[in-house]
């Protein structure tokens, strides 16, 4: 199993909306974030890569196409979400697992304002009788 280190203390109890809507606008943070939601919450990063090439090219992925993306993943997405907490990385920098508050993240995600639960989010954005949805 590996192990993780924590650089920094981070307020983990909640992420501002400004925070949440940040990174759920990238796509590639999405998916990542489906599939590690599908993989009990941890993954090899070179996992994640070829998951994510899958997905977006499927049989047509490249080494080129792999190599953006585990570029992306490190440089850009990883940080992104271990700055806000909800994602920590092994120290031997090969595995990720979410951590934190990353459940508050992935119900933003997941949330579909026209199915018919009881919640706050659901009654404040599900469409009224006489609304249209478009």
Known sequence: MPTYENKREIDRAKLSKDTIFTLLSARRIRELLRI?????????VADMTA????????????????KAIY?????????????????????????????GPWKQLYAHLEFDPLIKKRGVLSRMFRPQKNEEVA
Not at 51 to 66: L, V
Not at 77 to 95: D, Q
Request: charged content about 30%; proline content about 2%.
């Open 36 to 44: 590690l939601e599908q993989s009990d919450g941890e993954m090899t």
């Open 71 to 99: 570029v992306s993943l490190h440089q850009t997405h990883i940080p992104k979400l271990m700055e806000a907490g909800v994602l920590e990385r092994s120290t031997s920098n090969t595995t990720i697992r979410l951590t």
């Open 51 to 66: 998951e994510i090439s899958h997905r977006e090219h499927g049989e047509d992925s490249s080494t080129a196409k792999r």
